[in-house]
C-alpha cells in the first residue's frame, strides 16, 4: 500500500485540490486510490468536514469515508484498506507533519506558496518534494528552479494561478457583502471576474461580453449600462451605493434570472471587501475538479510520485 500525505507550508495553499487532480491523473485499471482528511481534534470544523464530504462524493475515489478522521482513525481506516490501494491522506495544519507521517507509514508531498521549495528547507525526512501552487505566470520559469540541496528535497512542479480554480459563487459575493437582494436566483452561479462598470454606457455590452462568467459592480444610476451587463450574459449585478436601481432593470434581471445585490458601500468599497472573497474560494464543483486534472497533468511530475512510492 502507498501512503502520501499531503501537508501545507503556507496557509489555505491548495492541498485538496492539489489532491483531487493527483488522484484523477493517476487512475488506471486495477489501481484503487482514496482520500483521507485529517482534523486536529475537532471534527466537526466546516473546513475538514467540507473536504472530507468532497472527496467521498468523488467519482475517481474510492473508500473515502465522509468525514475528517483523527490520526488514530486514520491508522485503522487504513489499515482495514486492500493492500493495492493508493491513500492520499491531507494533513491538517495544526499536526506536526513528522508525527502524522510516521504514524502512517507515509511519504509526505509538501504544497506551498511560489517559495515552497525554500520554505521546506530542512524537511527532507520521509518528504518526497515540494509542489508551489498559485505560482503568478512570471513567476513560472524561476519557481520551477528552485531546489533546496540538490535533488534532496526536489520540486514535484509548480502549479500557476487559475481563474477557474480562485473562482467562487453568487452565494459567496453575498455572504462577504452581507448585501440585500433585489433579485433572486442561482446562488451557486460561478464567478471568475468581478468587473467594475466603465465610466461611459457607450461600449457597455461590449465591454462586459470580454469577461465571461462575471459579477458586475456598478451604482444604480446608470439603467443602461446595468442593461449592457444583463445583456451581455453577467451572472449577477451588485448594485453599489444603497440605492436600488430602476424598476425596468428589475423586471430585466428577473426575466434573465439574473440575482441582482444590493449595498450600501460605494464602488471601490465594495471592490476592496470582495478581495476577501478570492482567499476563501471553495474547491467544489466538476469544473474545478477537471481543471485540477489538467493542470497537475501539465505542471507536476507525477511519475516521481510513481516511482517513490512503489506503485504499480
Known amino acids: 500500500m502507498a501512503t502520501i500525505l499531503v501537508a501545507s507550508l503556507s496557509p489555505r495553499a491548495g492541498k485538496t485540490t492539489v489532491i483531487t487532480g493527483l488522484a484523477q491523473n493517476l487512475r488506471q485499471p486495477g489501481r484503487r486510490i482514496t482520500a483521507l482528511r485529517l482534523h486536529s481534534g475537532d471534527a466537526l470544523q466546516e473546513g475538514p468536514q467540507r473536504d472530507a464530504r468532497l472527496y467521498s462524493l468523488s467519482p475517481f475515489l ?22 493495492e490501494q493508493t491513500v492520499f491522506v491531507e494533513s491538517d495544519d495544526n499536526l506536526s507533519v513528522d508525527d502524522v ?44 528552479r528552485l531546489q533546496v540541496n540538490g535533488a534532496t528535497l526536489p520540486s514535484l512542479g509548480s502549479i500557476p494561478e487559475d481563474a477557474v480554480l480562485a473562482s467562487f459563487t453568487v452565494g459567496q459575493l453575498h455572504d462577504v457583502l452581507a448585501a440585500k437582494v433585489l433579485v433572486d436566483g442561482d446562488f451557486d452561479r460561478v464567478i471568475e471576474k468581478v468587473v467594475i462598470g466603465p465610466v461611459s454606457a457607450d461600449p457597455g455590452r461590449e465591454y462586459f461580453s470580454r469577461f465571461p462568467s462575471n459579477a458586475v459592480i456598478t451604482r444604480s444610476h446608470k439603467p443602461d449600462l446595468l442593461l449592457a451587463a444583463l445583456d451581455a450574459g453577467t451572472n449577477c449585478l451588485i448594485i453599489a451605493g444603497g440605492k436600488p436601481p430602476l424598476e425596468y432593470v428589475i423586471d430585466r434581471a428577473q426575466s434573465y434570472e439574473v440575482p441582482v445585490l444590493l449595498t450600501v458601500n460605494n464602488t471601490f468599497e465594495t471592490a476592496r471587501t470582495l478581495e476577501e472573497v478570492y482567499s476563501t474560494a471553495r474547491f467544489r464543483g466538476q469544473r474545478k475538479m477537471e481543471r485540477a486534472a489538467e493542470l497537475t497533468a501539465t505542471n507536476v511530475d507525477s511519475d516521481v510520485l510513481i516511482r517513490t512510492v512503489g506503485l504499480s
Open 62 to 83: 474510492n473508500d473515502s469515508p465522509g468525514v475528517p478522521l483523527s490520526v488514530e482513525q486514520a491508522i485503522g481506516a487504513i489499515a482495514a484498506l486492500p493492500a
Open 101 to 144: 507521517a510516521a504514524a502512517l507509514g507515509a511519504r509526505i508531498v509538501y504544497i506551498g506558496s511560489p517559495d515552497a521549495n525554500v520554505a521546506a528547507h530542512g524537511r527532507s525526512d520521509g518528504a518526497i518534494g515540494t509542489i508551489a501552487n498559485k505560482v503568478a505566470e512570471r513567476r513560472l520559469d524561476e519557481v520551477q
